[in-house]
Structures are given as C-alpha cells and as structure tokens.
C-alpha cells in the first residue's frame, strides 16, 4: 500500500512562499486522488481541506481561503505530488498533510492513507 511523506514546511513572514510535497512510496499515485488539509492549532479533532487533484491531474479543488493563493500539482512520473503557497497569511498557519484515496474529493473521510504532516508557521 501506498505511505506519504510531506516535506517543504518550515517558517516564513506574511506575504511569503513555500511549496510542500508529498512523496509516495509502496505504490503509485496514478491509483489515486490527492488531497491536501491542514490542522490549525487548537483545532485537534478538525483537519480542513485545503485542495485535492484527480489521479490525471485534469481536475483540481480548492477550498475558498486558499483559491488564487494556492495550487496543486502532480508529477506522477516522480510519484509526487505539490502544493505552492503564495501569499502566505498567518491564518494558514497549521499542519499540513497529504493524503490519497482512490475515489476521494474534498472529504478526509474518504481518503485512505495520510502522510505524518509538516508543520507551517506563517509570521505577522
């Protein structure tokens, strides 16, 4: 089965860049949607969606907070799949995971196999 690995999170001011990624390994991401959300603090129990991407990479969701801020890429030939960040808020300050579901859109519920997260912290 399919294990994820998030990378690229780290401290930056308001108004910055980062890009995350979400490496695969055990097998490939052409099986699967992908989908990002983050875990804000003090909101334990709830992990907002953030944006998912079709296994084809032809259809993209993103949730309203983020939509002409954020985009998400795939690369299925690395088996990878982005997240660029721009115009970072504090307010997108959380813990960011990817995750993969065959089927899966903007519900948490549905998506099969999470990475362990990484953590972003955006300075006002």
């Known amino acids: 089965q399919v294990q994820l690995v998030e990378t690229g999170g780290g401290l930056v001011q308001a108004g910055g860049s980062l890009r995350l990624s979400c490496a695969a390994s055990?097998?490939?991401?052409?099986?699967?949607?992908v989908g990002w959300f983050r875990q804000a603090p003090g909101k334990e129990k709830e992990r907002e969606f953030v944006?998912?991407?079709?296994?084809?990479?032809?259809?993209?969701e993103y949730a309203n907070s983020v939509q002409g801020r954020f985009a998400i890429s795939r690369n299925n030939a690395k088996n990878t799949v982005y997240l660029q960040m721009n115009s970072l808020k504090p307010e997108d300050t959380a813990v960011y995971y990817c995750?993969?579901?065959?089927?899966?859109?903007?519900?948490?519920?549905?998506?099969?196999?999470w990475g362990p997260g990484t953590q972003v912290t955006v300075s006002s």
């Open positions: 055990g097998d490939t991401l052409l099986s699967y949607n």
């Open positions: 995750a993969a579901g065959p089927w899966a859109w903007q519900n948490s519920h549905d998506y099969d196999h």
């Open positions: 944006a998912s991407i079709h296994r084809t990479g032809v259809s993209t």
